[in-house]
């Protein structure tokens, strides 16, 4: 039995970051104070989310409104599993890529700016994670792409203009087309709550129903970087490198997954979709997506730009598994939000290192950088495993579920997608490893510069995740319990895992 709880700490959790950015600001360029409520900020939500574990692994529900701006429309935060397993991922994230920016950010300009914005942008995606309906979500939804404009525009050159632009028009056009959507289903339930499995029936018509999804599924989908709706995502790669890890790991692109997990659960329902049908053709264009990003990246020679095409692919995982509408397919939509979260960001937390200590921002320019960097690139090789699906590491634990789900579902088809894509992922992955560890380095190549531990110690701590969500998925506690939790509120899990 689900217990309600009000409690502040979902506010609180918001508005730490918003308190950490306004005294960024007023900090100006006092490095010494900005790296204080920089850390501090992120330690106290960190606390705050994590506090809340215990009680949602027992079965409560922590809330509190504002006050109401709709009828039967509340502004105000619910924290269930599935937005507390985003939370946890995002706050957790928050620590290590603070620590990490302030080291790599060091000798850049205006870096009050910088701080004040990358806290706006968490504060964002916590109120995203845990808004009580669609409303709530949107109006956070939008602010985080407000807050995450000025980071793509920090080097204030004519790449970073152009790709600010697009990312503008790409992520409003996305917010309208919610926006639309919203009004729907407001018009024909009543409601916006993301409360129950599901606020719409088939009463509203097929055809409306269709809209609906449509609009909701490619508004999120702009910022979950589905095809083709893609192309400011490798655009967006000019930012620094923490920015970058921003939009991969820890905010944007994980705000549009998270939405399209909303609305097919949430607004939509399971038992409602599996009767129209919708997801069979979502299914079907993630899985196309899964390949054909990883073929994408396959011919990247730049680090971040493989990267970013690894990322169109991985985020199609969610999508795909949350579609089959399959208990293990729910489960592993969720468990992949972190698992994806920390062996990509692991990946941008090296390519950031290399290119502080040699230099190098180039596939082809890694040969011997593993002598130079061993534990760095035993990370970046850790995380590599990872999406290839190897044992032991958090990407098998996705790929496992993932492909039981498939299964589950009559949908065998998307097995063979799981291993066309760990072939296509150790396609483009091992030659980087193979290259760093095994090949010559140039005879002119100068010793790496000193990188601070505080760029590496986040490295090494991502990557030992990567391990301790594969590895210890099932250990109490552990995040794979809560993802259980939240995907037994969406789907009936228990009597498929038993």
């Not at 409104?65 to 599935?82: H, K, N, Q, S, T």
């Not at 601070?452 to 995040?479: E, Q, T």
Request: hydrophobic fraction near 55%; charge should be positive; charged fraction near 10%.
């Amino acid at each position: 039995m689900t217990a309600e709880l009000i409690d502040l700490r979902p506010a609180l959790a918001v508005v730490i970051s918003l308190a950490c950015a306004g005294a960024v600001f007023a900090a100006r360029e006092n490095a010494r104070w900005r790296a204080i409520w920089s850390l501090s900020a992120a330690g106290v939500k960190f606390a705050l989310v994590w506090s809340m574990l215990p009680g949602a692994l027992g079965g409560a529900v922590y809330s509190f409104r504002v006050g109401e701006v709709l009828p039967g429309v509340a502004f105000g935060f619910r924290v269930d599993a599935l937005g507390l397993f985003f939370a946890l991922v995002s706050s957790t994230l928050w620590v290590l890529t603070t620590v990490y920016a302030l080291a790599y950010m060091r000798k850049s300009h205006s870096l009050s700016r910088f701080f004040g914005y990358f806290a706006l942008c968490i504060s964002t995606t916590v109120g995203i994670a845990f808004a009580e309906n669609l409303f709530t979500l949107f109006v956070f939804y939008e602010l985080l792409t407000v807050c995450t404009y000025p980071l793509i525009m920090h080097n204030e050159d004519l790449a970073a203009r152009r790709a600010g632009r697009k990312y503008l028009v790409y992520t409003l056009s996305g917010g309208g087309l919610i926006l639309a959507g919203m009004a729907m289903v407001y018009a024909s339930s009543g409601t916006l709550s993301l409360a129950q499995a599901g606020i719409l029936d088939a009463s509203a018509g097929g055809a409306t129903l269709l809209v609906i999804f449509v609009l909701l599924i490619a508004g999120f989908g702009v910022k979950a970087a589905l095809m083709p709706l893609h192309a400011w995502l490798p655009a967006a790669m000019v930012a620094p490198t923490p920015v970058s890890a921003l939009l991969h790991a820890v905010a944007v692109v994980k705000a549009g997954v998270f939405g399209i997990i909303r609305v097919i659960y949430d607004v939509f329902g399971a038992d409602l979709l599996r009767q129209l049908g919708y997801t069979d053709w979502l299914a079907v264009l993630a899985g196309a997506v899964i390949i054909i990003a990883s073929v994408k990246a396959l011919r990247q020679r730049h680090i971040k730009a493989r990267l970013a095409w690894s990322t169109i692919s991985q985020l199609s995982y969610i999508v795909l598994a949350a579609s089959l509408l399959a208990p293990l397919g729910t489960l592993a939509a969720i468990i992949h939000i972190a698992n994806q979260a920390f062996s990509k960001i692991t990946m941008f937390f090296v390519a950031g290192v290399i290119e502080r200590g040699t230099g190098k921002t180039r596939v082809d320019e890694l040969a011997g950088v593993g002598r130079q960097m061993p534990w760095t690139m035993a990370a970046f090789t850790l995380a590599s495993l990872s999406f290839i699906g190897v044992p032991l590491t958090a990407g098998f634990v996705t790929k496992w579920y993932l492909s039981l789900g498939a299964l589950q579902g009559g949908r065998e088809v998307f097995v063979g997608v799981m291993v066309v894509s760990g072939l296509l992922n150790a396609a483009y992955w091992l030659p980087m490893v193979y290259q760093a560890f095994f090949r010559p380095m140039p005879a002119d190549r100068k010793a790496p510069a000193g990188v601070s531990p505080m760029m590496v110690g986040p490295v090494l701590i991502c990557a030992a995740y990567i391990i301790l969500l594969g590895a210890g998925a099932s250990a109490p506690a552990m995040p794979f319990s809560l993802a259980e939790a939240a995907a037994r509120f969406a789907i009936e899990l228990k009597a498929s895992v038993e």
